[in-house]
C-alpha cells in the first residue's frame, strides 16, 4: 500500500440509537460511492434501544477532501433515516495540537518523541506553560514556547492569551499543566481537550493524589487521561492504568512510578483521538483501539 493509496482513506464515526439494518445501510452507500472499507468496527450497548458504534475505514477512489464531503452529502438521508450523529475525517491529514504543561516534563518529552517518530500521528504547534522551565526542551524540539506566568489577580488575561494563541487548533493536550482552567476557556474546547489525572480516577480528586494514596495504604496507584469539562477531573475518560505497590513505598517512590504511568496512558489517549477512534456519549468515551 502506497502513501498515496492511503491519502484517499476516509475514518468515520457512528453513533445512533441501535436497529437492524445500519450496517447494512452504511456500507452499501460507501459501495455506491466505490469506497472499500478497510476496517470496521462497532459496538451494540443494546439490541432493544441501547446505543449503536461505530468506526469505519474506508478507500475511496478520490482525492481525500472531495471524497468526505461526497460522503457527507452521500450518507445525509441515512442520517435522517436512523438519527445517526456522523464525524468524517481524512485518514491522511495530521493533526495539530498545542500542549499546557508546568513544570514536569515527563509527559511533555512522552509526546514529543511520540510525534517526532510517527508514534502519535500528530504535530505539537506549539507548547503553553505557566512557568519558564520548559523553554529549553521546547527549543530543541523545535516548537515554539510560550511563557504565560498565572498570576492571581491576572488569570482572566492569561487565559485570554492561552485562547488566542490555540485557536486554530485540532486538540488541546494538558500535560501535567497544575492549573485549573475556567469554564468560559474550557467550554469551546469539548471533546478536544485531554488532560493526564495522575490518579485512577474517580479516586482522590484534586491536588496532590499521590499524598492522599499513600495515606490510604493503597496498593495500586494509577494516572487517568480523561477529555476536560468545567467540572474538575469530571470528563469523559479515554484510558487508564495501574502501577502495583506495597507498604515499601513513599510518597516520592509512588511518584516516580506514578510519572511512567501517566506519560503512556496520556499517549495512549492523544494517539486515539488523533487517528479518530473515539466516540463520546453522555460522560462516557467508546474507545475503538
Request: aromatic share 6%.
Amino acid at each position: 500500500m502506497t502513501a498515496g493509496d492511503r491519502s484517499h482513506r476516509l475514518r468515520i464515526l457512528i453513533s445512533c440509537l441501535d436497529r437492524p439494518g445500519i450496517i447494512a445501510a452504511v456500507t452499501d452507500a460507501l459501495y455506491q460511492l466505490g469506497g472499500n472499507i478497510v476496517t470496521a468496527d462497532q459496538h451494540s450497548e443494546d439490541p432493544d434501544q441501547g446505543m449503536f458504534f461505530m468506526r469505519i475505514v474506508v478507500q475511496m477512489p478520490d482525492a481525500a477532501d472531495r471524497s468526505a464531503a461526497q460522503v457527507i452529502e452521500h450518507l445525509a438521508p441515512l442520517k435522517e433515516r436512523f438519527r445517526m450523529n456522523v464525524r468524517i475525517s481524512p485518514a491522511s491529514r495530521i493533526k495539530r495540537m498545542a500542549v499546557l504543561v508546568s513544570r514536569e516534563d515527563h509527559c511533555l518529552k512522552e509526546l514529543i518523541w511520540q510525534c517526532e517518530s510517527r508514534e502519535i500521528p500528530a504535530q505539537i504547534s506549539l507548547i503553553i506553560s505557566n512557568h519558564p522551565d520548559l523553554t529549553d526542551r521546547a527549543v530543541a524540539a523545535g516548537i515554539p514556547f510560550y511563557h504565560l506566568p498565572v498570576e492571581t489577580d491576572r488569570k482572566q488575561i492569561a487565559e485570554r492569551r492561552a485562547a488566542a494563541l490555540i485557536d486554530g487548533m485540532d486538540l488541546v493536550v494538558l500535560a501535567r499543566y497544575m492549573q485549573i482552567l475556567s469554564s468560559p476557556f474550557v467550554e469551546p474546547w469539548m471533546g478536544r481537550m485531554i488532560n493526564i489525572h495522575h490518579s485512577f480516577l474517580p479516586a482522590f480528586i484534586g491536588p496532590n493524589p499521590y499524598r492522599q494514596a499513600f495515606d490510604r495504604g493503597v496498593k495500586l496507584i494509577g494516572a487517568t487521561a480523561h477529555y476536560v469539562t468545567a467540572d474538575l477531573d469530571q470528563g469523559p475518560i479515554i484510558e487508564q492504568d495501574v502501577q502495583r505497590v506495597d507498604h515499601r513505598q513513599r510518597v516520592p517512590d509512588l511518584k516516580r512510578l506514578g510519572r511512567h504511568v501517566e506519560r503512556m496512558v496520556l499517549a495512549r489517549a492523544v494517539r486515539w483521538h488523533v487517528e479518530d477512534r473515539v466516540i463520546i456519549h453522555q460522560n462516557r468515551t467508546v474507545v475503538f483501539p
